[in-house]
């Protein structure tokens, strides 16, 4: 036991006299993250509630859970007539104009600071409502003026590919859907979305932008323009 003991104190002190040694080796930065994720795992969450793709919106349990994105997004009225049954009504105004795709981004994406920053709209159903402010970040960056560090931007996939760069959990990837784009949230299962075929999924689509918070992707953004 006193052998123990005596490795033990020689342990901490050894600790000790690390953590207070200035030459020590810093935390590698790709490690360390000063900006909310937990959209990641509302995403995931959110797609296991609607039994990865099986659940639609005209199935009553669907109801409550997609009520529940159009209230975040301040559409009261859509939420109610959701809870209605409205999306179970083919030729119902919210079977053909209640897409709630980026109601759910929204939602998920509720406690990320930096996101709720690029929200611009007041009507948050739209995917451009976030996206085209993450796009004025990206040209800031572009004419060598500064942002915020955690700050979101936004890319082409031609221009991520330039700086060889590929989405990663926590980012979010677009897809052309009609005449704009549609967003989705980079997890480790794929980029989940909603109102995919009626319900939340795996985008499969092909990519044509993204968004990021990485500083990295910043730096080298910036250096790719001298």
Not at 59 to 69: L, T, V
Not at 213 to 226: P, R
Request: net charge positive.
């Amino acid at each position: 036991m006193k052998l123990i003991m005596e490795k033990w104190k020689k342990f901490v002190n050894e600790t000790n006299s690390a953590e207070s040694d200035s030459t020590a080796e810093p935390f590698p930065e790709e490690i360390s993250q000063t900006y909310d994720t937990t959209h990641i795992d509302t995403a995931m969450a959110e797609m296991d509630k609607f039994n990865n793709g099986r659940l639609k919106e005209q199935h009553r349990k669907a109801w409550k859970i997609i009520a529940k994105y159009w209230k975040h997004a301040k559409k009261p009225l859509y939420a109610a007539a959701v809870l209605r049954g409205a999306y179970a009504r083919p030729n119902s105004f919210m079977s053909k104009q209640g897409a709630w795709s980026s109601a759910f981004v929204q939602y998920c994406m509720k406690n990320n600071k930096e996101f709720q920053k690029l929200r611009h709209c007041k009507y948050l159903g739209r995917h451009s409502c976030y996206w085209k402010a993450a796009k004025k970040n990206t040209l800031k960056i572009k004419l060598g003026q500064e942002i915020p560090e955690n700050d979101w931007i936004f890319l082409s996939m031609r221009e991520a590919e330039k700086i060889e760069y590929t989405p990663q959990p926590g980012d979010l990837t677009f897809i052309v859907f009609g005449s704009g784009l549609h967003g989705d949230i980079v997890t480790p299962r794929g980029s989940v979305g909603g109102n995919l075929a009626d319900t939340v999924k795996v985008n499969s689509g092909k990519k044509v932008a993204l968004m990021t918070q990485d500083k990295k992707v910043k730096i080298k953004l910036s250096e790719s323009q001298s």
